[in-house]
C-alpha cells in the first residue's frame, strides 16, 4: 500500500447540535481527490482523529465518540475506534471528490470485543454529510470475536457524480454490550482514472544479452483507464548514478505510440539501446501521456545483466582421474585483456540440473590468469605445491565420471 499526502482544502461551518440524534461536532470538509486513499490513523497523536475526520460525540457531549488508540491495532501504531454497543456512534469521513474516475471499492478491516454486538451500516453521502441516503453495504455484524475481518464492499457509480461524498461508519445501538470495543484500521478507498496508463513490464532481447550484442528494451504498456488511450510516449532511461530517478542525460531512446489502445488493451514500445559493457545497469522505463491522471505508475525498472563474451572464461584443464588422495580440479584461463569476477558464477558436471557455485566472494582471475577448481584446496595444494594459481575450494565440487562426463562453467546470469 502507498500512502499519500493530500492537500487539504478545509472551511469551517456551523454544526446544529441535536445530542438526542447525532450528538454534536463540528465537521472539517477535505478534499480529497488522489487515489488510491489510504488512512491507517497513524499520523496523529491518540485521541485525535486525522484531519478531516469527525465522530459523533454521544456518549459524552463534548468528547469524541471515535478516538484512536494503540490497544491492539491491525497496523502500527495506531488504530481507530469506539466502546458500548448500546448507543449510536459514527465515524465519517473526509471529503472525496471522484469526478473525472470510477469509483472502485473500499477496503478496511474491522476488530470487536465478544461483547460489541450491535451491527454496523457502511453509508455514503453525496452532499459532504447533511444527509447519508446510500448503503454501501448490507449491515456487519462480530463475525469474529478478537480478531480483524476484512470489509471489502464495491462503490457505486453513482459516486462519481458527486464532488463531495463522505462515507460513515454508523453503530446502530442495537446490541447489549455497553463495554464492547469495535476498532477500525487500515482503510483504503480506491477508484479507477478516465485516463490513465501503467508501465506493466520490461523486458529485454537478446534474454541473456553479452558485451557484443545491441540490447532491445521493451516496454509493456498497459490502458488501466475508463477511455481509449493515444499519442503517448515510451522513454527509455540507463540509470548512470544508481538513483532509479530518471535524468535527462540518462535518456537513451524515446518512441512514440502511433497505436489507440483501448481500456484494459496492452501495447509494447521498444528501442536499441545499443551495445553495453559487462556489467549490471538499472534500465527505467517511462511512459508519457499528457491526459494521465495517474502518474504512480508510469514509469518501472528492470535490471540487465550485461555478460562477457563468448569464451572470456574457459575450461583450460580437466583431471577426472587423480592418482592416490590428489582431488579432482579444473583449471579455468582468462583469456580476456582485463579481469573477470567470478562472484556468483557456478560449475556442474553432465547433470546440469545440479550447478555449484564457485563463490559468493569478489575473485578475479587477472587477464591472462588461471584458476583451479576443487573439493579440497588444502590437500591439492599439499599435493602440488608448485601451484602458482590461484585455488578455490568449491562446496559441492561435482565428481567427474572415468568414462565420460562433462565441465559446464555458467556466469552470474
Known amino acids: ?143 469474529l470475536p478478537n480478531s480483524y475481518v476484512q470489509i471489502k464492499l464495491n462503490l457505486p457509480p453513482v459516486l462519481s457524480t458527486g464532488h463531495a461524498v463522505k462515507i460513515r461508519w454508523r453503530v446502530l445501538a442495537d446490541g447489549s454490550g455497553n463495554t464492547g470495543t469495535l476498532r477500525i484500521d487500515d ?14 513490464g520490461v523486458r529485454f532481447q537478446p534474454f541473456f544479452p553479452i558485451e557484443t550484442d545491441s540490447v532491445f528494451a521493451f516496454a509493456k504498456i498497459k490502458n488501466v483507464g475508463q477511455q481509449n488511450a493515444q499519442n503517448f510516449l515510451a522513454e527509455f532511461y ?85 592418482a592416490g588422495t590428489e582431488p579432482e580440479w579444473v583449471e579455468l584461463y582468462n583469456t580476456r585483456p582485463d579481469s573477470v569476477n567470478l562472484k556468483g558464477w557456478l560449475v556442474s558436471d553432465n547433470l546440469v540440473t545440479s550447478k555449484h557455485i564457485l563463490t559468493n566472494q569478489n575473485v578475479l582471475i587477472p587477464a591472462g590468469g588461471y584458476i583451479l577448481l576443487t573439493r579440497d584446496s588444502a590437500a591439492l595444494v599439499d599435493i602440488h605445491p608448485e601451484i602458482r594459481s590461484r585455488v578455490l575450494n568449491v562446496s559441492g565440487f561435482p565428481s567427474l565420471n572415468n568414462t565420460g562426463d562433462a565441465v559446464v562453467l555458467y556466469d552470474s546470469r
Not at 490513523?41 to 468528547?63: E, H, K, Y
Not at 482503510?187 to 506493466?200: C, H, K
Not at 514500445?269 to 508510469?298: E, G, H, T
Open 238 to 322: 540507463v540509470d548512470a548514478n544508481n538513483d532509479s530517478i530518471p535524468q535527462p542525460s540518462e535518456l537513451r531512446a524515446t518512441v512514440q505510440s502511433s497505436s489507440i489502445v483501448a481500456s484494459q488493451d496492452s501495447i509494447e514500445l521498444s528501442a536499441n539501446l545499443r551495445i553495453f559493457s559487462a556489467s549490471s545497469r538499472l534500465v527505467i522505463a517511462k511512459v508519457i501521456y499528457a491526459p494521465d491522471q495517474n502518474l504512480s505508475n508510469n514509469q518501472r525498472n528492470a535490471a540487465l545483466n550485461i555478460g562477457y563474451r563468448l569464451r572470456s572464461i574457459v575450461v583450460n584443464e580437466i583431471m577426472y582421474a587423480p
Open 187 to 200: 482503510v483504503m478507498i480506491s477508484a479507477r482514472a478516465s485516463a490513465d496508463l501503467s508501465v506493466t
Open 1 to 143: 500500500m502507498y500512502k499519500f499526502n493530500h492537500e487539504m482544502n478545509r472551511r469551517s461551518f456551523w454544526c446544529l447540535c441535536v445530542p438526542a440524534l447525532v450528538g454534536c461536532f463540528t465537521p472539517v470538509v477535505a478534499q480529497v481527490s488522489d487515489f488510491p486513499y489510504v488512512q491507517n490513523f497513524d499520523s496523529v497523536s491518540p485521541p485525535a482523529l486525522p484531519p478531516g475526520w469527525s465522530s459523533t460525540q454521544n456518549r459524552i457531549l463534548g468528547t469524541n465518540d471515535f478516538t484512536t488508540g494503540t490497544t491492539t491495532p491491525r497496523s502500527a501504531p495506531a488504530s481507530v475506534g469506539s466502546t458500548n454497543a448500546t448507543i449510536t456512534q459514527s465515524l465519517i469521513s473526509p471529503t472525496f471528490d471522484f469526478s473525472g474516475v470510477v469509483p472502485d471499492s473500499m477496503v478496511f478491516y474491522i476488530r470487536r470485543s465478544a461483547t460489541h454486538n450491535a451491527r454496523m451500516l457502511v453509508e455514503a453521502s453525496l452532499d459532504s454529510g447533511a444527509t447519508f441516503p446510500l448503503r454501501l453495504g448490507d449491515s456487519l455484524t462480530n463475525t
